[in-house]
């Protein structure tokens, strides 16, 4: 059987993580498309030449021409620009917003049954807009952010409670901004809910408050420290893991930017929910019940997508 094909569009920081990873996983052949020259020939060249030494099998190939992504499988999105310190999300939104119009139509004209991950910021408008620029069924367009957001919290509360990342699961949902919603009731250790580790005294309230709060501001804390870009390492391995479950049919629960059309109230839009990936694309939003005070939070962090959307429609009237 073939090796499933592996599109990346946009060849930068994330997109080369992407790649080095897919390769160490084979988890097939990779294409990278980037609209700079030499860059995803120069890093596809480079991945290659680690394969002797990993152990690994599959092709490499970096391109500027779309027409290399033909029927691709798997087609992650991390074309557009990163922030700089002291710049929000938001901020990128019209110079990326252009730039999902030409990655869209580059995935529509050839590579229409892929499944879509974006990870282009302000990340739940950008991929709102990039199915509808792609025109590809919402199930098989998804935004990379709460798996993202839900390792940040999860490796914050294992250093919190000197116990094994892998014992610690946590989601975060809403909008991957500044209002976004770290779910402490959902968010367990071993099992145990967070609520309960306060009550039994392992923690206290204001550290898992101040945990919240790292966990929200986690893009900006890595943005502050590099100054040139923002973080990759693990916004790559998150996608990969979107990835693999959607290529091995894996129905891994993970919350993703998914469309929903109703589920925990939300009409017509992407935001970050709890969702089931596998062969299908996504295969299910997870309609979970928010507490009040926990639905308050999710609709705040629901405006804030939304004013992003408007502000895309105003943008580009193709989309209202
Ligand atoms: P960077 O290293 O600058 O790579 C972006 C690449 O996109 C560059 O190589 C550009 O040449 C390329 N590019 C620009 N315009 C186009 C185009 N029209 N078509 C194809 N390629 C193009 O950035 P990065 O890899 O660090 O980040 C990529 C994106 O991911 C940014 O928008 C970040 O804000 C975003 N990001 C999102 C998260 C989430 O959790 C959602 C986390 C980290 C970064």
Redesign the pocket.
Known sequence: MARPKIAL???????GTLAHLAAIKELGDVVM????EG?PQGKALDIAESGPSEGFDGSFKGTNDYADIADADVCIV??????KPGMS?DD?LGI?LK?MK??GEGIKAHAPNAFVIC???P?DAMVWALQKFSGLPANKVVG??GV?DSARFRHFLSVEFGVSMRDVTAFVLGG?GDTMVPSVRYSTVGGIPLPDLVEMGWTSQEKLDAIVQRTRDG?AEIVGLLKT????YA?ATSAIEMAEAYLKDQKRLLPCAAYCDGELGVKDMYVGVPTIIGAGGIEKVVDIKLNKEEQVMFDKSVDAVKGLVEACKGIDPSLA
């Open positions: 569009i946009g060849a930068g920081q994330i997109g498309f980037d609209i700079s860059t991390t074309a557009g620009v990163p922030r999300r990128l990326n730039v030409s990655v990870i282009t910021n990340l990379m952010a993202l991957h893009g870009g923002s973080a990759f916004p």
